[in-house]
């Protein structure tokens, strides 16, 4: 089983910056696309950011284009979000997710889920 922690959340003003990090087990990582999702209050959980297994592609939420940046490093089984210019609507429990495949498919379900990390952003 993979396991998925998540870290780097908290509290940030407006214009600020955040970088989150999920940790994964196995041996098998580079193997996965991973993604993130984040889930606001009173709000259903939605798709932020994926990459590829490589780390090649990735692909973004309209909302967060040139604000975030997902990133992996396979060698540490690590895959970060940096995120940039934080505003108010930002404020989630950020989840990180993957999927036994080496491209994200937007049309199924992941396959692995963190227990997220919550970022809250005051203005």
């Known amino acids: 089983q993979v396991l998925l922690v998540e870290s780097g959340g908290g509290l940030v003003q407006a214009g600020g910056s955040l970088r989150l990090s999920c940790a994964a087990s196995g041996r098998t990582f580079s193997s996965y696309a991973m993604g993130w999702f984040r889930q606001a209050p009173g709000k259903e959980r939605e798709f932020v950011a994926c990459i590829s297994g490589s780390g090649a592609s990735t692909y973004y939420l309209d909302s967060v284009k040139g604000r975030f940046t997902i990133s992996r490093d396979n060698a540490k089984n690590t895959v970060f979000l940096q995120m940039n210019s934080l505003n108010p609507e930002d404020t989630a429990v950020y989840y990180c997710?993957?999927?036994?495949?080496?491209?994200?498919?937007?049309?199924?379900?992941?396959?692995?889920w963190g227990q997220g990390t919550k970022v809250t952003v005051s203005s």
């Open positions: 997710a993957g999927q036994t495949s080496r491209t994200w498919s937007l049309t199924r379900s992941s396959d692995y």
